[in-house]
């Protein structure tokens, strides 16, 4: 009987079945929470803020999206990619040593010299339903350097490209993504332009699932959409495992 008693506590437990606070959990994430700049030491300002990022273990990797970065630079101007991070009256400058890419899943793995506090990824798969926040710079070169949280859930797994009615619409993208469609996770709320490369993380224990994305999906599932939608989409942390375990 008291072993019955006891199953049932650990299985109705409220701690296990209640999500961490948010603002419990906010003060944690957003030590680990970057932005992705361009450089340009004769501009005024000199930092121009593009989108979001997080860093992972050992602390000194940073995740964002490729379409992020994937702009050629002026390098007569000394144009250069940089992170960004502390706080927003006075961010420190972190120079990219080594960066690794997947255009295909619109990521990008970024290396910097200091160590910052990292987030744990989730090493099992995310169910639809779970309850989500990610943190990041939405509109970041209007907001600056101020990161906002949003929370939602998993509303559905769904193919990254649909077929279309008309096929003069394609673009060659689109068509890549048809001949080999993936999956990635549609969220029931709003990501903004500066919120790509946010993390996605489970509100139960803080830890990422997915990778906030809003080029790559939109531009073949919702191109006819000139405002937000109040959907938005995020890339399953699995293909950044696969980034980071390539040479």
Known sequence: ????????????SPQLLANVPLTTLIPKIKPSVVAIAIHNPSAAPRLKLIGSGFVIEPGNKVVTNYHVIQK???????????????KADNPIVHQIKHMKTSPVHDLALLEIEQKLPALSLAQDDTPEGTAIAYTGFPITGVLGMFPATHTGIISALTPIAIPVDNVATLSPRMLQQLR?????YQLDSTAYPGNSGSAVYRLSDGKVVAVINMVLVKSSREAVLSDP????YAIPIHFLQQLMAQP
């Open 1 to 12: 009987m008291l072993k019955f008693i006891a199953i049932l506590f650990i299985l109705f």
């Open 72 to 86: 050629l630079l002026d390098e007569s101007k000394l144009e250069s990619y940089v992170v960004l991070s502390g």
């Open 180 to 184: 080999q469609p993936f999956f990635v």
């Open 229 to 232: 939608s109040g959907i938005s």
